[in-house]
């Protein structure tokens, strides 16, 4: 299971859901075995040759992201990017780039609007399972 | 002896641990010794071919080794090598990638 602030949500959902190309960025926290908790978001350019339908981060940005966890002691939970007018589902080159333990976020936005967040996890035959994932709210 | 640095998804395969120190000359050294060492980063790390696939890249201290002698790089004492993960991916209508 993962979890995410509303507040968080709100923050993530604002970067991404102006944009017709794909966004895409990194996420951190305390992972507690069963228990994985967002508690900061970084966003980062697509450095895809095809925006509109693909995205891809440059290794320096990875490596800086890496940096981060280490630097704040928080563990790097992950990859979220967002699917302009395309289901919350991860596609086959999602897939065969994914890494294992990452937890793989997706946003689906329809004509520019918040539709649905899933979360996806590679298992131990390289296929995507969905992970549970939960907004909290804060009073 | 260098230090390197293993990326947060494939530190499973080196029981939790972030950073190796390795005798070694090149980068192709540290590849072969690494993945001795942790046969389950093989599949990662290296190709049919025993190259270090394209959705892979190595940086010697800053520098990405495709813009040096790539895994004949030379590693001295107190450099640092990084590991680092392609991450890409992208919505099915156009399946024109390559991985």
Redesign the interface.
Known sequence: MISLNQNLLKKLVADVEPSTD?C?GFFFGPDKGEHRVITKIMSVENS?P?KF?????A?KD??NA?NF??QYNL??LG?Y?S??N?PAI?????R???????S?IILSIINKKFDAIRSWNLNSNFQFEEESLSITYSL | MATVIIPTPLRKFTNNTSKLVVQANTVSDIVQKITADFPELKKHLLDANGKVPSFINIFVDDDDIRNLQQEQTAVKENTIVSIVPAIAGGSPFYPHYSV
Request: glycine share 0%; hydrophobic share 35%.
């Open positions: 794909e895409c895809a095809d339908r693909n995205f891809a981060i290794p990875y490596l890496e966890a280490d563990q790097f990859v990017h699917h302009p395309y991860p596609s086959e080159y999602d065969l780039a994914a890494w294992p333990y990452f793989y």
